[in-house]
């Protein structure tokens, strides 16, 4: 019976025990336009060493982060230092230098250093570094943000390396628009047929009128000249 106890007791207890990691998990994300930004990542702190070539030595592939793979998510198309960059999840790498460094993003978002394909690299490009806060963690943040665009910054140890983010927000904005017509010109369709079905084919020709003044398609016209 006791043993018993101590089997049953003992993962319980096991699960109530948290303690803080070495490098927390973090997330920060950014509306540009209609698309969102996330990027996942976990944050390694100095704790008094050298990081940028040294820790982290420079012409070299890292993960840039600690754990898993660091990520950056988007919800729709965008450009990110002037690549195209389709709607989905990426892992992280860069390689960094003295100067300038090289950032990567692979279509795997589970790689690591370990197991990293060059060919799935959907974006490679340089980024010139600089001078930047001296902060104890790993830090990515977001500023000057508008509608079209945004930048985000990796920040370490007095390092700061900007990546360019950019939207085709009218592009965008006007596609949503032709989709919404094109959506609201059916329903208004259907409505009407729904009314003349029911006997109310007036009342259906006034909602078919509506559809053709939104969209006059050949669904609209066909749909006017059944009623």
Same mark, same amino acid.
């Given at each position: 019976l006791c043993l018993s106890v101590l089997f049953v007791a003992g993962p319980a207890l096991a699960q109530e025990l948290e303690l803080?990691? =070495?490098?927390?998990? $973090? #997330?920060?994300?950014?509306?540009v336009g209609t698309v969102t930004v996330s990027v996942d990542y976990s944050s390694p702190g100095k704790r008094g060493r050298e990081i940028f070539g040294a820790l982290v030595p420079f012409d070299e592939?890292?993960?840039?982060?600690?754990?898993?793979?660091?990520?950056?998510? =988007?919800?729709?198309? $965008? #450009?990110?230092g002037g690549k195209e960059v389709p709607e989905g999840t990426y892992s992280v790498f860069t390689i960094p230098g003295?100067?300038?460094w090289t950032v990567i993003l692979n279509t795997d978002p589970t790689a690591s250093t370990g197991r990293y394909e060059e060919n799935k690299d959907?974006?490679?490009?340089?980024?010139?570094?600089m001078t930047g806060e001296d902060r104890e963690r790993l830090t990515?943040?977001?500023?000057?943000t508008d509608e079209d665009s945004s930048v985000l910054d990796l920040e370490w140890a007095g390092v700061r390396?900007?990546?360019?983010?950019?939207?085709?927000?009218?592009?965008?904005?006007?596609?949503?628009i032709e989709l919404y017509v094109g959506r609201a010109s059916r329903s208004l369709t259907d409505a009407a047929r729904f009314k003349a079905e029911h006997g109310d084919v007036d009342g259906g020709l006034a909602l078919v009128e509506k559809?053709?003044?939104v969209d006059?398609?050949?669904?609209?016209?066909?749909?006017?000249?059944?009623?």
């Open positions: 803080p990691v =070495l490098s927390p998990s $973090a #997330t920060v994300s950014q509306q592939l890292w993960r840039t982060g600690a754990n898993q793979a660091t990520t950056l998510t =988007l919800t729709g198309d $965008a #450009t990110i003295a100067d300038s959907q974006a490679r490009f340089q980024v010139k570094s990515f943040v977001f500023r000057d390396v900007p990546v360019s983010i950019d939207v085709d927000t009218k592009g965008r904005g006007d596609k949503a559809a053709l003044a006059d398609s050949w669904f609209v016209m066909w749909a006017q000249a059944e009623l």
